[in-house]
């Protein structure tokens, strides 16, 4: 692992002394969030990580070579160059020609798994797209939780999605989904949905305790750690259903397809809302990283 991986000198010590890491995707920085405040965010996730004590190891492909663990230039790299979105599938094609990818959260979590990192926080997952009993478009991120073990810290998933069948997906695939400090599935930008959950949990131990009863039973599933953002920090409800609404419309009349859509969706909906479902994005991605500092300290203690 360790000639093909290039895992940074600070995560290889942190991982040595059982110290606590949260993995940090790459996508949301490079495709999620809009030029320059993506690379303010990368620096300012990883800041937020290292207040706690916690190492960030921030996860992507770099002249063929995945890293779990960027430095300054790397985090440069990832907001400001234009690389390929990667999930998967793309990652031994990046490594045989030598090319750049920002790693989705299914890449991110395949690679923070082989590194021995167990704690990763996002945005928001990805999940089963409208209309996908046409179009069979569902993300990667359901299927390889499934066989990766690593706690996602995220905001549900998107109301862009079908989340009843994303749930569903879960469900079939074995993946635990536990709604922290909340009975029903978030909808990202919004706090909750109409979808209950199985299980709540409050506190990081009990998350912690999770993983440890995971390995224990060999079950080799990642997790969905279900984090509401604050109410205070929630999106209008009624612009956010107008404006969901009309970028859906757009991407359709567009053509926009494949991986793609994602992209197209979150990036229109900050221009439609000026930028305010881009001020609510952030503040998720900083509760989610917050509450993964938490978990990894709880597991590392
Ligand atoms: N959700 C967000 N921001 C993002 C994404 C999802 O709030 O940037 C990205 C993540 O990297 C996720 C990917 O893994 O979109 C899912 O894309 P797709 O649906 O093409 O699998
Ligand atoms: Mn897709």
Do not use: C
Not at 36 to 64: S, W
Not at 101 to 119: E, F, I, W
Not at 277 to 296: F, H, K, M, Q, T
């Amino acid at each position: 692992m360790g000639e093909v991986i290039q895992v940074s000198d600070e995560v290889a010590a942190a991982l040595a002394d059982g110290r606590p890491i949260v993995a940090l995707e790459s996508t949301i920085i490079s495709h999620g969030l809009p030029r320059p405040r993506n690379l303010e965010a990368a620096r300012e996730f990883e800041q937020i990580l290292r207040d706690q004590g916690v190492t960030p190891a921030t996860i992507a492909v770099l002249d063929g070579v995945p890293h779990v663990g960027l430095d300054e230039s790397g985090v440069r790299r990832i907001a400001e160059e234009d690389l390929a979105k990667a999930s998967v599938r793309d990652l031994a094609v990046l490594a045989a020609l030598g090319r750049s990818g920002a790693t989705t959260v299914a890449a991110t979590a395949y690679l923070a798994a082989q590194a021995g990192v167990r704690v990763f926080a996002t945005g928001g997952l990805g999940g089963v797209h409208q209309g996908a009993g046409d179009t069979f478009d569902e993300s990667a991120d359901l299927t390889v939780l499934a066989s990766s073990p690593v706690a996602v810290v995220s905001a549900g998933a998107k109301s862009v999605l079908d989340l009843p069948a994303t749930l569903e997906r879960l469900e079939t695939l074995s993946v635990p989904v536990v709604g922290y400090g909340t009975d029903v599935f978030p909808r990202f930008w919004l706090r909750e949905s109409d979808l209950p959950l199985d299980w709540r949990v409050d506190t990081p131990e009990e998350i912690a305790a999770i993983i440890r009863a995971q390995d224990a039973l060999g079950t080799r599933a990642g997790m969905v750690v279900a984090n509401p953002l604050p109410a205070e920090q929630e999106w209008d409800v009624a612009e956010h259903d107008r404006i969901v609404a009309q970028a859906f419309a757009e991407a359709d009349a567009q053509g926009i397809r494949g991986k793609a859509v994602t992209p197209f969706l979150l990036l229109r909906i900050v221009e439609l809302s000026g930028g305010r479902s881009l001020e609510v994005n952030l503040d998720i991605a900083r509760n989610n990283v917050r509450l993964a500092a938490e978990i990894a300290s709880a597991l590392a203690a």
